[in-house]
C-alpha cells in the first residue's frame, strides 16, 4: 500500500539521514527501484514528473502499475508515490488518480500567488491525509523543458511557505537539475542553514541530486536536508549498461534480442544506482 511521505521525512529529519526520490519512466525503472529498496529495508519515495505521467499513459495507469507491484513484488517497506514538480492542476489531477504524495512547484509564481494556491493544496492533502511538497525560488537546470540557473531562495519567503502546513520545502541552494556544468559554485550551505533555522523540523528537499559530490550531499543532510531527488543518474546508467549491451553485439547473439535481456543490464544498472545512493543518503535499514 501506498503510504504519503510525511512519516518517513520526520523520521529522516529526526535521525539525520535523508529518504530518496527516484524517478520512473516505465515498468523497468519502478521495478528496479522497489525491488532494491526492499532488499535494503530503506524508505521510498517514487517520483513522476508530469512529462513521464503522460509517457506512461497518464497518472491512472502509472497509479494502477506502481499497486500492482508493491502486491506482486512483495514490498514491505514504506513507499510514496510522488508527483514531482506539478502544475496546480496537475496536483489535482494525481491526487484524484491515487498518488500519495504530490508536490507543487509554485516557485515560477510571485509568492503571493505561490502562497495562495499551496494553501488550497495544502487543505486537500490535509482532509486526504496526503503529502505535499512546495517549492520556493527556482533550482537550476532543465526539467521537462523548463529551464533555470542554479538560483538560490530567500529564506524569508521559505519560512512563510513552510508555515502554510506543507510536509516538505524545496528551496534552491544552487542546485541544478541534470547534469552539472564544469564551473559549477557548489552548494549554498549559508543559504540551506539559514532556511533550517528559520524553519525548524520541516524536512527540507534537495533536488538535483546527480552529480553533487558525496560529501556536499552528507553536509546537506546535517544541516537538515531529508529527501535528495535522484533523476538523471539512473537516466545515465540505464543508457551506459545498455549501451555497453548492444555494442558488444549481443542483441545480435541467440536471443539477445529478446526485451526481457536487452533491457536487463539497464535494469541492473538502475539497481546499482539506487543502491549507492540510498546507502550515502543513510536510509539503509531504516524502513
Ligand atoms: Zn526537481
Redesign the pocket.
Known sequence: MLVSAKEMLTKAKAGKYAVGQFNINNLEWTKAILLTAEELKSPVIL?VSEGAGKYMCGYTTVVGMVNGMINELGITVPVALHL??GSYEGAKKCIEAGFSSV?F?GSHYPIEENIAKTKELVKICEEKGLSLEA?VGA?GGE?DGVIGSGEVADPAECKMIADLGVTML?AGIGNI?GKYPENWAGLSFDTLDAIQQLTGTMPL?L??GTGIPADMIKKAISLGVSKI?V?TECQLAFAAATREYVEAGKDLSGKGFDPRKLLAPGFEAIKATVKEKMELFGSVGKA
Request: glycine share 14%; charged share 25%; no cysteine.
Open positions: 517520483g514531482d514538480h508536490m512547484d517549492e533550482i526539467e524545496a537539475h528537499v533536488h538535483g531527488n533523476n
